[in-house]
């Protein structure tokens, strides 16, 4: 089965422009996770989406924005880019059954750099 | 909110001999996961080890085992017989049973293996 795949794995954009960023989850998984990962700050969470809907969301401005399509694929976007969004973002897929969500498999990242 | 405390930013340990990761948590929920992440130069986000808070026995899988202390809220990791593969930022990470909330990550043990 393939893994969680994302696109692209680089881009370097500038400051005030938007980037939108893809994640293609694992085949049955129907949750699809965003995470910000940063020297400084870690691994922060950014969204879930499950069935199209966003179920959580982290503590990110409204610049930060996703979605999630009918084959479950997702895609967040940054508008107005600035300088501390330079990170690795990773996506994240899991299978949901009755009793939860399991365990997420993530994605190789997209390294993002704005300058 | 949920906590996870990796103390250790890094360790070290020679080829073949055992460590252990050291991680606490703090929650209020008596339900739920525990995993290890680990993290390799090429940025890939990789599930070692997974625990339910419910089961007395500790996980196990290959080389990697923990030592879960539901009381203390400690979730160690050890690794057996390591291998320079094994070099690799380790993450642990923390989901509620109930609900379909994000993981909590620690901010991570960067483990070196020396030959």
């Known amino acids: 089965k393939a893994g969680v795949t994302q696109t692209p794995r680089y881009l370097i954009k500038t400051r005030g422009q938007q980037v939108t960023l893809s994640c293609s989850p694992i085949?049955?998984?129907?949750?699809v996770s965003w995470y910000q990962q940063t020297p400084g700050q870690g691994l922060q969470f950014l969204f879930e989406y499950f069935s199209e809907t966003q179920r959580n969301k982290g503590n990110f401005p409204g610049r930060f924005s996703g979605r999630q399509f009918s084959n479950s694929r997702s895609e967040m976007n940054v508008s107005t880019l600035e300088l501390g969004d330079s990170a690795l973002y990773l996506c994240a897929s899991s299978w949901t059954g009755t009793s939860g969500t399991y365990e997420q498999y993530f994605g190789p990242g997209t390294r993002l750099t704005v300058t | 909110a949920q906590t996870v405390t990796q103390s250790q930013p890094e360790m070290s340990v020679q080829e073949a001999e055992t460590v252990t990761l050291s991680c606490t948590y703090d929650?209020?929920?008596?339900?739920?996961?525990l995993f290890w992440y680990k993290q390799p130069p090429s940025r890939q986000m990789i599930l070692v080890i997974r625990q339910e808070a419910y089961k007395q026995q500790n996980a196990t899988e290959n080389r990697f085992s923990v030592n879960f202390q539901k009381a203390a809220k400690s979730f160690s990791l050890k690794i057996s017989d390591s291998q320079l593969g094994d070099a690799a930022m380790y993450f642990c990470a923390y989901r509620s049973f109930s609900g379909n909330t994000p993981l909590v990550f620690g901010k991570g043990t960067r483990l070196s293996v020396i030959a």
């Open positions: 085949s049955g998984h129907r949750s």
């Open positions: 929650t209020s929920e008596s339900d739920y996961y």
